[in-house]
């Protein structure tokens, strides 16, 4: 009787030698890693751009090895479904390609005019596109835009394009969003979604007097209810950041006739806003709360001179960009979604008419308070030269 069990024991073991080890176990070296991939729309087709990097690259930069640049590497497919144009692309690759690792989304501005709702279905489906990639949208070339443009001594994953973050809290302007962050608003029908616009930029950075690429956000594309609300360039946008609670460290150049006297820094905004109702016309109120400090005084100046100015520039900033956003059909401040979340009822009227829009004097007022916490190492007062030091 205890022959059987044993014989079972030994066909049992015996059998682990065959089944154990994983088969399909590819060799990392024989992989092409993606970190980033665009989308455009070209002459009826989809086009599906590529970056890979090689990865030896960062660890060589975390080794303080690295001293000449690695160039990105593009491939570039076409098809009439965005899946024939991922195959297509594959079919010239040598070896497999790894989606795992990408890092960014880049759609091209001819995408966003025709149709960005086809590009949620594979996008989604697929299991190894994460939802914490960083989403842009672009008016530039994407192979272009894809190339290395990195500092010196850095991997082309060390960027704005792979990481904005970082850079958002040096100076907040235009916020960079995450995909999972991009497909909750683009699905709630009174959100309007800023998606940054990414582009090159060639005239800060000079090596050996040579002009330097760089990669940076210079506007922002809105998207309301599935569909493109316009291009809007940052020169038109100077009031969204005090719209936004996630603004971390904004500047403001407190001026008297045009001439600079001091500059602040931003470091909080809270956002109050309360919606009435004038008939058919939403209104809102609304107070922005600001915490900063003195970051510079250019000439002899009242802190009660600076806090009213700061506090005027604000609410004339708020005025401007929602009037010329509002111009091109959008609402640029998402105040749609804060009458659907404090008065669903009369948004619920207001959304019946799909082609309804915010009027221009829905904001019904602006009420803007600033608290400077302090003037950093130096005093207010210390412009005049002291008296009790001269003879």
């Known amino acids: 009787m205890m022959k059987r069990p044993l014989a079972a024991c030994l066909m049992l073991l015996f059998s682990l030698a065959f089944i154990s080890g994983c088969w399909d176990q590819k060799a990392i070296q024989n992989l092409r890693y993606l970190s980033a991939l ?10 599906v751009y590529a970056q890979s990097v090689d990865l030896s690259t960062v660890a060589m930069q975390e080794k303080g090895g690295r001293n000449t640049p690695t160039p990105s590497i593009i491939s570039i497919g076409r098809g009439d479904t ?11 690759s040598q070896i497999p390609q790894f989606s795992g690792f990408v890092s960014a989304l880049i759609f091209h501005e001819r995408l966003l005019k025709k149709e960005i709702l086809p590009t949620f279905d594979i996008l989604n489906r697929y299991g190894l596109l994460r939802y914490t990639k960083w989403v842009y949208g672009t008016r530039e070339s994407l192979t272009e835009l894809l ?30 969003i995450q995909y999972y962050q991009f497909a909750s608003r683009f699905w709630e029908p009174s959100n309007t979604v800023l998606l940054p616009n990414i582009t090159v930029y060639k005239h800060s950075w000079k090596e050996n ?45 407190i001026r008297e006739k045009s001439t600079p006297k001091a500059t602040l820094r931003i470091q909080h905004v809270k956002l109050d806003v309360k919606t009435t109702s004038d008939g058919s016309n939403p209104r809102f109120h609304i107070t922005v709360h600001l915490r900063g400090f003195v970051r510079e005084v250019l000439s002899d100046v009242s802190l009660s001179f600076i806090k009213q100015n700061a506090e005027h520039q604000v609410r004339k900033q708020i005025e401007s960009t929602y009037a010329k956003a509002l111009a091109k059909g959008a609402d640029i401040y998402g105040l749609e979604s804060y009458l659907q979340k404090y008065s ?12 309804r829009r915010l009027s221009e004097d829905a904001i019904a007022g602006i009420t803007v308070k600033l608290y400077l916490s302090d003037s950093g190492k130096m005093k207010m007062k210390w412009y005049d030269y002291p008296e009790d030091l001269l003879p």
């Open 38 to 47: 665009g989308l455009d729309f070209v002459d009826g087709d989809y086009v």
């Open 209 to 253: 007097e040579k002009n330097l690429s760089r990669l940076t956000l210079d506007g922002v594309h809105a998207i309301h209810r599935g569909k493109w609300n316009q291009f809007h360039p940052s020169k038109d946008l100077l009031g969204l950041r005090w719209m936004n609670p996630h603004t971390v460290f904004s500047g403001l150049v």
């Open 147 to 176: 190339s290395d443009h990195s500092a010196f001594g850095f991997s082309p994953l060390v960027s704005i394009l792979h990481e904005p973050y970082d850079l958002y809290r040096e100076r907040s302007f235009i916020e960079p």
């Open 344 to 355: 669903n009822k009369t948004w619920k009227e207001f959304a019946k008419n799909r082609k």
């Open 82 to 92: 965005l899946q024939n144009a991922i195959d297509n692309m594959q079919k010239n």
